[in-house]
């Protein structure tokens, strides 16, 4: 395992692919082992293009989902692509699945975290993939669990952006310039065929961000130039030496 690492934990196959799959193929290249863990491949509420198809199954969608997750994770240099398949709308993980997301956080050893918005009224699966990534963390913090096993530190969970993001409360803190992975990306992006519709969609939200990221890194005073970025909302707070 590399000295560095992070998690993401998706609540459907292609939401790490639209929501921070800059942030992916960025710090694989910087050389950490990025985990994704999938649990759900989306298939009952985020697949209606693969639905309209003629004598469509469920295993079929599930099938396609991962091929096409699998397909994005290699396009961004994923390290591990873990996929639950605990099925969706709505998403629920038992204890033992929570203790299988802790095992893995465990193993991971996450330098930072990545998931949902907080608040989803869109889509209650999101908003609760984060509940469950902030109670599997605490888990994976408390010595009594396994004793024996090395617990988890404090990374830090940042929010990735939401679809709707004016009714979501996500508030980004932090600004991430994806220029130079851009085309990964993109390439991955375009993997997720079952929701093309989307394709546009989140190439215009990191155009939107790269004008974000520049304003804030110094704008029209000297502002670093960015063509693409993510925006990101951190929960726990920063501690530092300077500023």
């Known amino acids: 395992m590399a000295d560095k690492s992070a998690l993401v934990i998706s609540a459907h196959a292609a939401d790490f ?132 096993e090395k617990v988890l530190g404090a990374p830090q969970l940042y929010l990735f952006e939401p679809h709707q993001t004016e009714q979501m409360g996500w508030k980004p803190d932090t600004f991430l310039d994806i220029t130079p992975v851009w085309e990964k990306k993109r390439a991955a992006i375009e993997c997720m065929e079952g929701q093309e519709h989307l394709w546009d969609y989140y190439t215009r939200v990191a155009e939107n961000r790269a004008n974000h990221f520049m304003r804030n890194s110094g704008g029209q005073g000297g502002g670093r130039k960015a063509k693409y970025a993510e925006g990101f909302q951190s929960i726990f707070p920063r501690t530092v030496d300077e500023l």
């Not at 759900?40 to 099938?63: I, N, P, Q, Y």
């Not at 997750?69 to 709505?90: C, M, N, Q, T």
């Not at 907080?118 to 889509?123: A, S």
């Open 17 to 148: 692919v639209w929501r921070c799959g800059g942030a992916i193929a960025l710090h694989a290249e910087k050389g950490y082992d990025v985990t994704v863990v999938c649990l759900s491949f989306g298939e009952r509420g985020e697949s209606a293009k693969l639905w309209k198809h003629e004598g469509m199954t469920m295993d079929k969608v599930k099938d396609a989902r991962r091929a096409e997750s699998e397909k994005a994770a290699k396009a961004l240099g994923v390290h591990d692509l873990i996929e639950f398949d605990l099925g969706d709308y709505p998403l629920h993980l038992t204890q033992d699945d929570k203790f299988r997301l802790v095992d893995v956080i465990r193993k991971v050893q996450p330098s930072f975290m990545l998931s949902h918005s907080q608040y989803d009224p869109y889509n209650t699966d999101h908003m609760y993939a984060t509940q469950v990534a902030l109670e599997c963390r605490m888990i994976a913090q408390a010595w009594g669990h396994n004793p024996g």
